[in-house]
């Protein structure tokens, strides 16, 4: 299954070859919405075989199969918009200081985009997922490197694919598939490759983002890594529903089996009668939460080595004990610390760092002070979630100043909520400061697709030789800014 060198630069050409399919926005909309119809009519073999691979069950898989058909219509509309473009016009104006010539802006695909899979998602983040929908829709073709944990369902996925892209004429090279972690390597480093995005651990990532900046020509490299996704709980807010945040927490914490990259991580509670409460709600739900099976081997015994080291650790305590469950099944739980043990470095910083499954850490704060002492040392993160009282969401209090504190923390900062669940949707925000993402930009929603393109201004160029989105009559109907003027 592993691709050789030959097989990376192979697959890598024929990519290449294809992205002129891609040049019209009429045949990739219509291309992104016949990939969503072939993972319809494919869905029942699709889910058997993602199931056989990752212990997901039926229902998750199933649901993951149509948010990532929804994602794909959903980027064939943004397609047909064309908004994405960001068609700039401005004529010539000799009164201007200094004067303005004819320039004429839009965004062009770079080129081909290498994707690197997911292991939790093997739908919404792998061969069909974000990355690859949202580089299909601006035009550049991909080639994916396949996650070693569900090889046969990204063959499958990629078959599917590429039916899709025969009924429109469109190279089967336009999608390209291969195995192997050298065959990454290679990857990356191929002098046509023009871009990457990938979603996985902070080591990998970082290792493939520096590779990326190290070729003779460095290229951007969209890269997801990993995120605390802290939760502040003020004392007001635990005082008037302690039970129902206990319990919201353990179903957020446990979900898939803590394997969402959005997983709260880290949870500042209050010390006193209300954070006992909550304490003791999240006790209760979590000992009621079934063993489950994490992705593989290799990740389940990280996590049973990662929450050990953490429970013995001074000061930490472990009202429900997560680690291995059955032979292949590991348990979920939490632990409990002094946060004033995070506020300053030293051995407890490895409760700062993300432990992959169903676990989190409650840190249990005397004063306002411990809380901004340990925001002040969390890395960047997916989302940062607050959660406030009646009163305090009103506006009273300290909500305001909190949200002020957790923005420069977070893409997405949450209030009375959980993170899990990313809705695909054109304002969301799926991306935060290093080490949650290497770049500002978003794997999830509409501006997801910005990630492929880049900006060229054409200057004094007579109107026969542009393209037809930069020409003055319109043809395609685009929204535009025309001399100064937002027009739709």
């Known amino acids: 299954m592993e691709a050789t060198a030959q097989e990376v630069d192979a697959a890598v050409r024929d990519a290449h070859a294809a992205r002129g399919a891609l040049a019209d926005r009429t045949v990739r909309a219509a291309f992104l919405r016949s990939c969503a119809d072939e993972l319809d009519a494919a869905k ?251 992705l593989d081997h290799r990740m389940r015994d990280n996590f049973v080595a990662g929450v050990a080291e953490r429970a013995q650790l001074p000061d930490v305590e472990s009202p429900v004990t997560p680690g291995a469950g059955g032979e292949h099944t590991v348990s979920a739980g939490f632990l409990t610390v002094p946060a004033s043990r995070l506020a300053e470095e030293g051995e407890h910083d490895l409760l700062l760092e993300e432990c992959f499954g169903p676990v989190t850490v409650v840190a249990r704060y005397e004063d306002e002070t411990e809380v901004e002492a340990v925001l002040s040392r969390l890395p960047g993160n997916l989302t940062a979630t607050v959660h406030l009282s009646e009163q305090e969401a009103a506006g009273e209090g300290r909500g305001a100043q909190l949200l002020q504190e957790l923005t420069p923390l977070a893409g997405r900062v949450l209030v009375n909520g959980w993170p899990t669940g990313v809705a695909v949707a054109p304002a969301q925000h799926h991306g935060g400061p290093y080490p949650a993402t290497t770049s500002t930009s978003t794997s999830v929603g509409g501006t997801a697709i910005e990630r492929w393109l880049r900006p060229v201004v054409y200057q004094n160029a007579p109107e026969a030789l542009l393209p037809p989105e930069l020409r003055d009559d319109n043809p395609l109907g685009l929204p535009r800014r025309f001399n100064g003027r937002l027009e739709r």
């Open 44 to 294: 029942d073999g699709l889910v058997e075989t993602a199931d056989a691979e990752t212990a997901l069950g039926p229902v998750r898989l199933t649901g993951e199969l149509a948010r990532t058909c929804y994602q794909l219509r959903a980027f064939a509309d943004i397609v047909d918009e064309g908004a994405f473009l960001d068609v700039v016009i401005n004529h010539p104006d000799d009164t201007a200081t200094p004067p303005v010539p004819d320039l004429r802006r839009y965004k062009v695909p770079l080129g081909v985009v290498a994707v690197y899979s997911a292991s939790n998602f093997p739908f919404a983040f792998s061969v069909a997922g974000g990355d690859t929908a949202s580089a299909f829709a601006a035009g550049c073709p991909v080639v994916v490197k396949a996650h070693p944990d569900h090889p046969a369902l990204s063959e499958l996925v990629a078959k599917v694919l590429r039916r899709a892209a025969a009924r429109h004429d469109i190279p089967e090279g336009v999608l390209g598939l291969v195995h192997g972690f050298e065959a990454g390597i290679e990857l990356i480093k191929h002098p046509l490759i023009a871009a990457a995005g990938f979603t996985g651990s902070v080591r990998g990532g970082r290792a493939l983002f520096d590779a990326a900046a190290a070729r003779p020509v460095p290229i951007p490299f969209h890269g997801e890594l990993g995120s605390l996704n802290p939760v502040v709980v003020t004392e007001a807010a635990a005082a008037e529903r302690a039970e129902a945040i206990g319990t919201g927490l353990a179903g957020s914490m446990t979900l898939g089996v803590g394997q969402f990259c959005v997983k709260p991580g880290l949870v500042l509670a209050p010390s006193g009668e209300a954070g006992d409460r909550l304490v003791k709600s999240l006790t209760e739900a979590v000992s009621d939460t079934d063993a489950g099976v994490l």
